[in-house]
């Protein structure tokens, strides 16, 4: 009997072990040349729901830039990120639509495209997939999967609700996220936004950053404080990744075009108002480009921020706009809250650019990204890389 209890247990500290060796592994979810009707997939999201199943998302372009043909695709994986349902086009506004009357002041747009943009989801603790999207940067709508995004309800539009920013910012041209958003432990879900006049670069320049927030499961939506404006020193806040933090504050890591070349971070009480004097976080490097972050754990202080850490010149300057220095997508982890970053892993060290970033039910990282043989405005393929702390750790996790 002891032989036999011998040999289980040293069975399971075997499966253990082998359970903890580190692996990373790469798949392309998105590539170009497998669907003709698309020539460029961007802006990826990924988000876990309540039951596990894996969410992963992006822009469909029939054209090259922000203000062409562009739908929303989706795919599903029920094991862990493994194997992946085919693509599905997942945002449809029924009725007329126009073009919005700003993109038409630039050249090559075709007022005949319409733009389906910036897709943002929440996994309730309930099981509900909340989705905020936008339609020509103009128009945004609501809606909900309750059966882990096979099917989605009817959108329901809520411009209205950004309503409430103009007077503090006359914007012309909105934007929800991108990446996935957040349900506080309240219940509350917080989008972050970007707003712009439109009058300057792509019709997206000059901008600021705020929130929208649900506190009855999206049914209706409330406009924020203006989070990040634009100034001299915070230019053009725009593309904002938010997390709560571990005493109930949110914090937002905003992307922008300031000269310091990091990103910014301020903090709310409630994801909504009074946000904190907006500082950049020396750590993390601004090459101009969306990153991702999330929560790795809630029983112990864990956070994963993903972005490209680079920067193309050594004077750490870069021309607003430029893309020839996204490369390096990184994976970093912080013990404190965001305060530092103990580690910092490259998880793709040639051309990367956009990422999000989740936690698979079995404890699995989800860097979703794009990548390609060669600078441009988006890459070859959008890729899951999939790795556990071990990897990105070298298997010495501080907190354990």
Known sequence: ???????????????????????????????????????????PGIVVTAKGTVL?????????????????????????????????????????????PFSLRMKNVNPADMTYNNPVLIADRDGTVHMVFCLEYMRCFYQRSTDDGVSWSTPVEITQTFEK???????????????????????RLVVPVWLSTGTGGNAHR?????????????????????????????????????????????MLNVRSESKAHRRLVTTSPDGATKWSTPKFDDALLEPICMGGIVRY??????????????????????EPGKNRDRKNVSVKLSYDEGQTWAVNKTVEAEWSAYSDIAVSKSGTILCFYGRGAKPGFAGDALTLARFNLEWLTDGKDSSK
């Open 1 to 43: 009997m002891k032989t036999r209890h011998l040999l289980l247990t040293l069975a399971l500290a075997t499966f253990a072990a082998r359970a903890a060796e580190p692996f990373v592994e790469k798949l392309d979810l998105f590539k170009v040349g497998e669907d003709p009707a698309y020539n460029i997939y961007h802006i």
């Open 56 to 100: 992963a998302w992006c822009e469909a372009r029939k054209g090259g830039g922000d203000w062409s043909d562009i739908r929303i695709l989706l795919r599903r994986s029920t094991d862990d990120g493994k194997t992946w349902s085919a693509p599905k086009s997942i945002a449809d506004v029924p009725g007329p639509k126009t073009k919005n």
């Open 165 to 187: 920013f103009h007077p503090a910012y006359d914007w012309k041209v909105l934007a929800t996220g991108p990446d996935h958003a957040i349900q506080l432990r309240t219940s």
């Open 206 to 250: 000059p901008s600021v950053t705020a929130t929208i927030y649900s506190d009855d499961a999206g049914k209706t939506w409330h406009a924020g404080d203006i989070a990040v404006p634009c100034t001299d020193d915070w230019i053009n806040p725009n593309e904002t990744v938010a997390i709560e933090l571990a005493d109930g504050r949110v």
């Open 297 to 318: 754990s809630l029983d112990k202080p864990r956070i994963l921020f993903s972005n490209p850490h680079n920067l193309s010149r050594a004077d750490g300057k870069e």
